[in-house]
């Protein structure tokens, strides 16, 4: 849930910062690290998309910090929501899982940059500075890899069989290989069980797998990489 400072004037000359991670722990280290500078200050944390949306409006914070991966939602469809209802609030992502993955699709959705977590503490407020003024921020890395990646596009080369998967698709098949089951599923994304099943339909086509049994071992082998990341 938001939680809801109560703001002086000290405060609201600020950049306000709104966090959203289902981990206390991180939002909390979050919070010490943004709050001790000076001009910014942490005007709320939530743990899941709906209470995300909700603090916005609420808070009307300056900049959205999430993960990819929240309690009953998913970080890159709360990024779409938060750019088609608040078109100027930027939006920093961050997460686990592998960036050579997921942060062309959080660009691609909206948000202004992608933080892997385990160098979040060192260039959280790099980022939300570069951010502030307009800026994108990614690591060297990945900077690289959009330059090989328009010249990639350029001369044609196909795409990989995990790239080919949509936003969506790509959630799920995430969600299985943490073993996740459809049922649960469907209630965590507050869908159908019968669509989930179309979208494990289109991801066994997709990635060429034969049967269920072959996208659940395929689907825990690509989570525990992304563990090691």
């Known amino acids: 849930m938001a939680l809801k400072k109560k703001q002086d004037k000290t405060n609201e000359k600020k950049t306000q910062v709104l966090i959203v991670d289902d981990h206390p722990v991180i939002r ?7 709050n001790h500078e000076q001009d910014m200050n942490v005007c709320g944390k939530t743990e899941d998309a709906h209470q995300a949306l ?7 914070p300056d900049i959205v910090i999430a993960d990819i991966s929240l309690k009953n939602s998913d970080g890159l469809e709360l990024t779409k929501n938060i750019k088609a209802r608040y078109p100027r ?3 920093v992502i961050f997460s686990v899982h592998d960036e ?7 660009l691609l959705a909206g948000a202004k940059a992608y933080l892997m977590k385990d160098s979040l503490s060192e260039n ?18 990945i900077s ?7 010249a990639r596009d350029k001369a044609g080369t196909a795409k990989t069989a995990i790239e080919n998967l949509s936003d969506r698709e790509l959630e799920i098949f995430r969600l299985i290989g943490e073993g996740y089951k459809a049922s649960q599923i469907a ?11 179309t979208y494990r339909t289109r991801i ?26």
């Open 28 to 34: 909390d280290g979050l919070t010490t690290i943004i």
């Open 54 to 60: 909700k603090a916005v409006t609420e808070l009307k």
């Open 89 to 91: 609030l930027p939006v």
């Open 100 to 106: 050579f993955i997921y942060a062309e699709r959080a």
């Open 124 to 141: 959280i407020v790099k980022a939300i500075r570069a951010v502030l003024k307009g800026e994108i921020f990614v690591s060297d890395v």
């Open 144 to 150: 690289k890899k959009f330059i090989h990646k328009i």
């Open 187 to 197: 209630k965590q994304l507050c869908l159908s069980i019968k669509t989930i099943e």
């Open 204 to 229: 066994k086509e997709k990635l060429g797998i034969p049967n269920a049994s072959e996208l659940l071992k395929y689907s825990i082998r690509w989570a525990k990489s992304q563990d090691k990341e």
